[in-house]
């Protein structure tokens, strides 16, 4: 899969940095969140500029929708790790 522009190696490695829960962590809910987060937020500017492009914007749906049942899943496992991480994200208005 072609990796998008707006999520470098370096980017990654920084969100899993700041949102991992021990040394080895890089597929807890919060990581997975944060990353769909920077990826959903990239192409959200890139909508910007690209309106008509409707093939990515499904992609976006799709992402928004993966996010969403992740969130859901971390609420029912553990509403305080929920919480603080929609804090950090500040994805709820």
Sequence with gaps: MERHPGLTNERKTELIGSYKKHDTDTGSPEVQVA??????????EHFKSHVKDHHSRRGL???????RRL?????GKDADRYGELIRKLGIRK
């Design 35 to 44: 990353l769909l987060s920077e990826r959903i937020n990239y192409l959200t």
């Design 71 to 75: 969130l859901d899943y971390l609420k």
């Design 61 to 67: 749906l799709k992402l928004v929708g993966q996010r």
